[in-house]
């Protein structure tokens, strides 16, 4: 990868970001990272140092998805942007625009810093919230591709407005640029990402880990995903920087459907001989509704119960030789990593 120069991830603090930014380093790699609070630049030096990244090639730059100020010196000198930043909510926002009007602008304020800039290649992250929200086939009857768009006319949520109104602007921007001005461009589509957090802020992602490790609910409610490592999320960003087949396609980047009751069993299997009490048994729908009326965390889901994810990964897995972790593994080292740090306590 002798072609990258310096890479600028946005959102250096969160949890794909900053994985990210851990492989690139330890890649050899110059990185410069987005911040909106310059001062947690500070915090994230020693995180990557704790886990053993050597951190003398990371820079950090002020910049706000909601600001015009900072992405021109952001994307000044880089040869490379991984477009990461995006809010991912822990609750339901007062106001949809709280969420769509971020990550649409941030999204296009980023593009054109990095065409003005003269950026060669732009990778965007997105979600499988913009590819079957809101769609008919997700009782197991259609295996979604990259052809696939989230409806924007359905009942969907904040998020998943968000992330495809977010991906179909930035689209659509980089058509009406003049060719002599474009960067290359393509997106990367997760679905629930799990895997070892790197502090005790861990986010939204994990919270199914955490709530199954701390036993907040008595069972398992019908709720699935297709989920992904982080550390494989990150390794599909850097390879896609440059992969010649990458420009002009979005990538689907996850794995097989997999039940939250599934998931409890792995943990029970792994944890509950040393003490941890994991709820295997199932929870009714209604129980979960009566949850959510306690728990801002657990409205993000309800329109999710019963619903499959089923994906073809086969376009991620041919261009970008990407070849994930078993669940299992990804499973077992997000509980390790909540244990590691402090989230979960010990029986």
């Known amino acids: ?25 330890d890649a050899g790699h110059e990185v410069r990272g987005s911040l909106r609070t310059p001062a947690r630049g500070e915090t994230l030096v020693e995180i990557l140092r704790r886990h053993g990244s050597d951190t ?39 106001h949809e625009d709280d969420l769509i009007k971020p990550a649409r602008e941030g999204a296009l304020r980023v593009l054109q810093a990095a065409a003005d800039a003269g950026v060669k290649r732009v990778v965007m992250t997105s979600s ?21 768009w989230t409806d924007l006319d359905a009942d969907i949520g904040a998020y998943e407005k968000s992330k495809t109104i977010a991906e179909r602007a930035a689209w659509e921007f980089l058509e009406q640029l003049p060719a002599d001005r474009r960067p290359e461009f393509c997106v990367i589509n997760p679905g629930l990402v799990l895997g070892p957090v790197l502090e005790k802020d ?12 701390r036993r ?16 494989d999320v990150a390794a599909a960003h850097i390879t896609a920087l440059t992969a010649p087949d990458a420009p002009g396609h979005r990538y689907l980047c996850a794995g097989e459907h997999v039940w939250l009751q599934q998931i409890a069993e792995i943990l029970d299997r792994e944890f509950g001989p040393r003490g941890y009490r994991i709820p295997t048994g199932r929870l009714p729908a209604a129980l979960l509704r009566l949850a959510a009326l306690f728990d801002k965390t657990v409205r993000l889901v309800l329109r999710d119960l019963n619903l499959r994810h089923d994906i073809d990964n086969s376009a991620i897995r041919r261009d970008l030789h990407w070849n994930p972790r078993p669940m299992e593994q990804t499973v077992i080292d997000t509980a390790r990593s909540l244990i590691q740090e402090g989230l979960v306590t010990a029986p």
């Open 202 to 213: 861990a986010g939204t992602s994990v919270e199914a880990v955490l709530k199954l490790m």
């Open 216 to 231: 907040d609910f008595p069972g398992c409610p019908p709720l699935g995903w297709a989920l992904v490592d982080v550390r």
């Open 1 to 25: 990868m002798s072609e990258i120069g310096t890479v600028l991830v946005t959102g250096a603090s969160g949890y794909i970001a900053l994985h990210t930014i851990k492989a690139l380093l």
């Open 128 to 148: 499988l919230a913009a590819v079957l929200s809101g769609r008919d086939g997700r009782d197991g009857s259609h295996v979604f591709d990259e052809e696939d």
């Open 56 to 94: 003398t090639k990371l820079h950090f730059v002020s910049a706000d998805l909601d600001r015009d100020e900072g992405w021109a010196e952001a994307c000044a000198g880089c040869s490379h942007v991984l477009h990461i930043a995006s809010p991912f909510p822990n609750a339901p926002p007062r």
